[in-house]
């Protein structure tokens, strides 16, 4: 089914040498165009790709399929060999899953792009099991299934965002239930396909609008029960991935217990039903009206509680001597008061009485030091009188040696009780035992002998 390009040997030298050059001027011809196409496609590999089939039409040695994507709504023109067919023994029929090795071709002459099938194979329950584990291990590898990263659903959901098939079941159970356990409960209800080709598009799409309303506190996608193929869909890694960034906290509600696509794994919740995702999104307001009843019993007997422990410590201050006689406080202080006064008047006075004691003491050692006392023992001060005693610039002038008092010389004599005059006779002998005279024994001022 194969057809060799047929070029030229030598190509027009005028002609450009790309498809860029060309202008409405110097334009390619059709033929050259076609031949640079089948030689780029001729150059593309095989690839392995998966579809469903959709048409299947047999004639002479091939069959002509459709194959159409099954995630989406793309579909793809193929040829085969019904010798391949044979060979693999492929009862194929429309619906059936498939995996096709394709090889592109371009038919020169009518510009017919082909997809050759050169092997194909079928898709079965235990292959697509084996493929959804794959991507459950390499999701999980990158942390999107990791407790961590999971969002708390709100206590009280003001609006919940459904997404479900078109008046399914599933959108009646958890509309009804949770409507039963917390009559207030409001919902946005996206219904979209929940299997086939367009259901992955359309849950993703439905997800990325609930998502994006700030009402909106948490996101439900709910279906019934089926068969493994019915819930591929939610085993797509794109509505995984969707999933994984919303910033809602998403549910996932999806056949029975025994079921558990991707979509499991990566929700924030995962409830067995429907029905149970309505039970453990809302609360039961029997019950929370109970807690609260029993909250305020309890807030009740701690008030209560509180009343009679602060009314008990009350009457217990009240008892105390303090409180009961307050005066007595003062009392004690004022005593304590007075007590203090006696002993600061009382250590003031003997401070002051010791004090004069030793002024009194310092009074008698003065006056029995002074030259008047000195005088009333008996004792007195010789001075020059006369022109020696005017000579000496004080008026008088103090014996103080013999010497100073030769003979003729007028003397005043000072006792205790005044002065008289006299003269002085000489020197004279000193009497028997009486020590000689010294400058450290006469007193400084009066001269005195000691």
Known sequence: MSEQPSLPDTAPTTLPATAAETTPENPWPLQLLSQKLKVHID????????????????????AYLTLRDVDAEVSLPASVWTKVLERKNLPLERGSRVVALLKPEFWLKTGRLNMQVRDIRPVGLGDLLARIERLRQALAA???????RKKPLPLLPHRIGLITGRDSDAKKDVVRNAALRWPAVEFEIREVAVQGNSAVSQVVRALRELDGLPEVDVIVIARGGGALEDLLPFNSEELVRAVAAAATPVVSAIGHEADRPLLDDVADLRASTPTDAA?????EVSEELAGVRQAREQLRRCIERLVDRETDRLASLHSRPVLASPEGLVTVRSEEIERLLRRSSTAVNSTVVRAG???????????????????DRGYAVVELAGPHAASSGSGHAVVRRPADA???????????EGRFGATSTGSGSRSPGEKPETPDQHHPETGETT
């Open 43 to 62: 150059r593309t590999p095989s690839a392995w790709v998966e579809g469903q089939v959709i048409e299947m039409n047999r004639r002479g040695g091939n």
């Open 142 to 148: 990158e942390g999107l299934f990791a407790d961590s």
């Open 279 to 283: 039970k453990r999104i809302v609360p």
């Open 357 to 375: 004691d030793r002024l009194e003491h310092l009074r008698t050692q003065v006056r029995a030091l002074s030259p008047q006392k000195t005088l």
């Open 406 to 416: 030769p003979a003729g010389q007028p003397l005043a004599i000072r006792v205790a």
